[in-house]
């Protein structure tokens, strides 16, 4: 071929790709090295043009013209194991080249569909050459997790419609027939009747059930009482004429927007015909809306009894439901459930220390494990203990004694609240969780100078601590004892290394994930065990090394990795991964929870979707490099 027509050719691939990313931003000369290295490859419609009995994957594909249809290798044919379709401008088999590794997933010609191809050693070397290229291969996960974001956001949608129902037509609105009165009727016998009904408001209809007014009990105050009008008038007299009507059809919203623009409480349903059927009053909305975050924030903090905080932990769960329905991230939906709850426990104990008297003690709540690091999902219990000083003035037993009693009844109304009892009975009311500042000091040192498996494995709950009330700056103190121990200590950290790398990501081989883990749950893997640990782990060892004082697993590992040369686009990928595991934590336990169940960590990966099991198999990847640079700093 002449070098005019190869360069028509290098020029018309540029052209195309210029259309798409990451090649729109793509830099010229890498641009071009993609264009002269890559070949056009033709598959007819129903070819197989990847899958993973081919071997090791050895081709970028780009696809230039057509549709592909991705489904999963050995999987089934269902319309959902076969829902993506990928079409110009898109690139397949990034992870398995990058991976060199055989394809996870089998990709088919729709119809006739053209391909680029770059072999895999140009791949690598346009991942060197170009910083663009580069980031947007670093950042797969990222680019599939934007696409995951709006098949869970459409799962979540519908439920949080109908539990909200701010959407609801006002025909389902509507919990009441409709009473109503003629024009004529007396006012005494109206005020008589909305007694005896517990109505707020009477509608005044003509012959043909259309209305044409309403009255209100705050209108017998102003247009009867103080006046001192005749109870023997006509309705028609005192009522408010052409009352602001809407159509069955109309939706709350509808009815919201109406009652603000015309400052009224009460709008009227009413039929193709104009008949009257049925009233939506003001705080028939507030019902629908439910509480929103300055409501329970405010019935938290003024609530007198735990039957009030325990609605009020319903209502944090509702509006979690609702963040995850429009959207919102793991770590943003964990921390707001850790923060409420955090007010909860707080109301908690300001109650009970009515009760009992601390007065002039220096003290803290401590929150540890998942609620220590601000990642509480829908499922949770009890992990808590106390830090006081015990002055030379106070008797230590005595003091103790206090403070247990004080929290044997803190930990009993977190349960009625909807916190379990530990089952491992780390909480407060437990004599050994309760110290003074200098135990805790000396019970932390004895566990980083001799790291046997019990100690590593307290290292791993009360390492992520973090107060909840009282004097924060006891908690201050001990993290900054703990950092000086773990910071002299290379065994130490060289234990707690192996101790993360005992539970590796359940990935295989073969087969795309491992569920044999667990032989009484078969098919599942366990995402707290084999999922969400695996970067709490790596993330906490990288804190405690590098003294970080974060507990937060998302901020230790951004704070970590400015100290370790790590890139931030190699740290962005892992917390996308750690996040994305916590939004399928929590959509299971809410499924399992809607259900009647208490909601565990146990997800069948068959039963997820095509995008879902790209995204999870690249998060386990991604803790797969953390645990690969654990053994490379310690030697593991």
């Given at each position: 071929?002449?070098?005019?027509?190869?360069?028509?050719?290098?020029?018309?691939?540029?052209?195309?790709?210029?259309?798409?990313?990451?090649?729109?931003?793509?830099?010229?000369?890498?641009?071009?090295?993609?264009?002269?290295?890559?070949?056009?490859?033709?598959?007819?419609?129903?070819?197989?043009?990847?899958?993973?009995?081919?071997?090791?994957?050895?081709?970028?594909?780009?696809?230039?013209?057509?549709?592909?249809?991705?489904?999963?290798?050995?999987?089934?044919?269902?319309?959902?194991s076969a829902s993506i379709t990928l079409g110009p401008g898109s690139c397949f088999s990034i992870g398995a080249l990058m991976a060199?590794?055989?394809?996870?997933?089998?990709?088919?010609?729709?119809?006739?569909?053209?391909?680029?191809?770059?072999?895999?050693?140009?791949?690598?070397?346009?991942?060197?050459?170009?910083?663009?290229?580069?980031?947007?291969?670093?950042?797969?996960?990222?680019?599939?997790?934007?696409?995951?974001?709006?098949?869970?956001?459409?799962?979540?949608?519908?439920?949080?419609?109908?539990?909200?129902?701010?959407?609801?037509?006002?025909?389902?609105?509507?919990?009441?027939?409709?009473?109503?009165?003629?024009?004529?009727?007396?006012?005494?016998?109206?005020?008589?009747?909305?007694?005896?009904?517990?109505?707020?408001?009477?509608?005044?209809?003509?012959?043909?059930?259309?209305?044409?007014?309403?009255?209100?009990?705050?209108?017998?105050?102003?247009?009867?009482?103080?006046?001192?009008?005749?109870?023997?008038?006509?309705?028609?007299?005192?009522?408010?004429?052409?009352?602001?009507?809407?159509?069955?059809?109309?939706?709350?919203?509808?009815?919201?927007?109406?009652?603000?623009?015309?400052?009224?409480?009460?709008?009227?349903?009413?039929?193709?015909?104009?008949?009257?059927?049925?009233?939506?009053?003001?705080?028939?909305?507030?019902?629908?809306?439910?509480?929103?975050?300055?409501?329970?924030?405010?019935?938290?903090?003024?609530?007198?009894?735990?039957?009030?905080?325990?609605?009020?932990?319903?209502?944090?769960?509702?509006?979690?439901?609702?963040?995850?329905?429009?959207?919102?991230?793991?770590?943003?939906?964990?921390?707001?459930?850790?923060?409420?709850?955090?007010?909860?426990?707080?109301?908690?104990?300001?109650?009970?220390?009515?009760?009992?008297?601390?007065?002039?003690?220096?003290?803290?709540?401590?929150?540890?494990?998942?609620?220590?690091?601000?990642?509480?999902?829908?499922?949770?219990?009890?992990?808590?203990?106390?830090?006081?000083?015990?002055?030379?003035?106070?008797?230590?037993?005595?003091?103790?004694?206090?403070?247990?009693?004080?929290?044997?009844?803190?930990?009993?109304?977190?349960?009625?609240?909807?916190?379990?009892?530990?089952?491992?009975?780390?909480?407060?009311?437990?004599?050994?969780?309760c110290l003074t500042l200098e135990e805790w000091d000396e019970r932390f040192a004895q566990w980083v100078r001799t790291p046997d498996p019990l100690a590593?494995?307290?290292?791993?709950?009360?390492?992520?601590?973090?107060?909840?009330?009282?004097?924060?700056?006891?908690?201050?103190?001990?993290?900054?004892?703990?950092?000086?121990?773990?910071?002299?200590?290379?065994?130490?950290?060289?234990?707690?290394?192996?101790?993360?790398?005992?539970?590796?990501?359940?990935?295989?081989?073969?087969?795309?994930?491992?569920?044999?883990?667990?032989?009484?749950?078969?098919?599942?893997?366990?995402?707290?065990?084999?999922?969400?640990?695996?970067?709490?782990?790596?993330?906490?060892?990288?804190?405690?090394?590098?003294?970080?004082?974060?507990?937060?697993?998302?901020?230790?590992?951004?704070?970590?990795?400015?100290?370790?040369?790590?890139?931030?686009?190699?740290?962005?990928?892992?917390?996308?991964?750690?996040?994305?595991?916590?939004?399928?934590?929590?959509?299971?336990?809410?499924?399992?929870?809607?259900?009647?169940?208490?909601?565990?960590?146990?997800?069948?990966?068959?039963?997820?979707?095509?995008?879902?099991?790209?995204?999870?198999?690249?998060?386990?990847?991604?803790?797969?490099?953390?645990?690969?640079?654990?053994?490379?700093?310690?030697?593991?």
């Amino acid at each position: 071929m002449s070098n005019s027509a190869t360069e028509l050719l290098v020029s018309a691939c540029i052209q195309l790709l210029q259309a798409y990313a990451p090649f729109d931003q793509m830099e010229a000369e890498s641009l071009r090295f993609l264009a002269e290295r890559v070949k056009l490859a033709h598959y007819p419609k129903g070819a197989l043009i990847l899958a993973s009995e081919m071997g090791v994957a050895r081709t970028l594909h780009i696809v230039q013209r057509g549709q592909v249809r991705v489904r999963r290798s050995g999987g089934s044919s269902s319309a959902e194991s076969a829902s993506i379709t990928l079409g110009p401008g898109s690139c397949f088999s990034i992870g398995a080249l990058m991976a060199q590794r055989e394809s996870s997933s089998a990709y088919i010609a729709r119809d006739d569909v053209f391909c680029y191809e770059l072999p895999a050693e140009d791949f690598f070397s346009l991942t060197q050459k170009s910083t663009v290229f580069n980031l947007f291969c670093t950042q797969y996960i990222a680019g599939l997790l934007r696409q995951s974001q709006q098949q869970l956001q459409l799962q979540f949608a519908q439920r949080a419609a109908e539990q909200k129902t701010m959407n609801s037509p006002l025909a389902r609105v509507i919990t009441r027939d409709p009473v109503s009165v003629a024009p004529e009727t007396p006012v005494r016998q109206v005020v008589e009747l909305m007694a005896s009904r517990h109505l707020g408001s009477m509608v005044v209809v003509d012959s043909g059930q259309q209305p044409v007014g309403i009255f209100t009990l705050s209108d017998v105050l102003k247009r009867i009482v103080l006046p001192g009008a005749s109870l023997d008038q006509a309705i028609e007299a005192v009522m408010s004429p052409q009352p602001r009507t809407l159509p069955l059809a109309a939706n709350a919203h509808d009815a919201a927007l109406a009652m603000a623009m015309h400052r009224v409480r009460h709008v009227l349903a009413v039929d193709e015909g104009g008949r009257l059927k049925g009233v939506v009053s003001e705080r028939d909305l507030f019902k629908l809306q439910g509480a929103g975050l300055r409501q329970i924030r405010h019935a938290i903090d003024s609530a007198t009894s735990v039957e009030v905080l325990r609605h009020a932990r319903e209502d944090v769960r509702q509006l979690s439901l609702t963040m995850l329905a429009e959207g919102v991230g793991g770590q943003e939906i964990t921390q707001f459930i850790s923060t409420l709850n955090d007010t909860v426990t707080r109301r908690i104990i300001e109650l009970n220390l009515d009760r009992h008297d601390l007065y002039g003690i220096d003290w803290a709540w401590l929150s540890f494990g998942s609620e220590g690091r601000d990642e509480q999902t829908f499922t949770t219990d009890q992990d808590n203990g106390i830090v006081y000083i015990c002055t030379d003035i106070m008797d230590r037993e005595q003091t103790q004694l206090r403070f247990l009693e004080f929290a044997r009844d803190v930990n009993e109304d977190l349960d009625k609240c909807g916190f379990p009892l530990c089952k491992g009975n780390i909480m407060a009311s437990n004599p050994d969780l309760c110290l003074t500042l200098e135990e805790w000091d000396e019970r932390f040192a004895q566990w980083v100078r001799t790291p046997d498996p019990l100690a590593l494995l307290n290292a791993t709950i009360f390492f992520d601590f973090r107060p909840l009330y009282g004097r924060f700056n006891l908690a201050h103190r001990m993290r900054l004892s703990l950092l000086r121990q773990t910071q002299g200590n290379p065994l130490f950290l060289r234990m707690l290394a192996q101790n993360a790398l005992s539970v590796a990501p359940p990935l295989g081989r073969i087969r795309d994930f491992v569920t044999d883990a667990d032989p009484g749950h078969p098919g599942t893997i366990d995402l707290k065990k084999y999922g969400v640990r695996l970067f709490t782990d790596a993330a906490r060892l990288f804190a405690l090394a590098n003294q970080v004082e974060a507990t937060n697993t998302v901020a230790r590992l951004k704070r970590s990795s400015a100290l370790m040369n790590i890139s931030s686009d190699e740290v962005a990928a892992s917390v996308e991964g750690f996040n994305f595991i916590q939004i399928l934590r929590l959509r299971h336990q809410h499924f399992e929870q809607e259900h009647g169940r208490s909601g565990d960590n146990l997800v069948r990966p068959d039963e997820l979707n095509e995008i879902e099991r790209r995204i999870l198999k690249e998060a386990f990847r991604q803790a797969r490099k953390l645990q690969a640079r654990l053994k490379l700093d310690y030697q593991v």
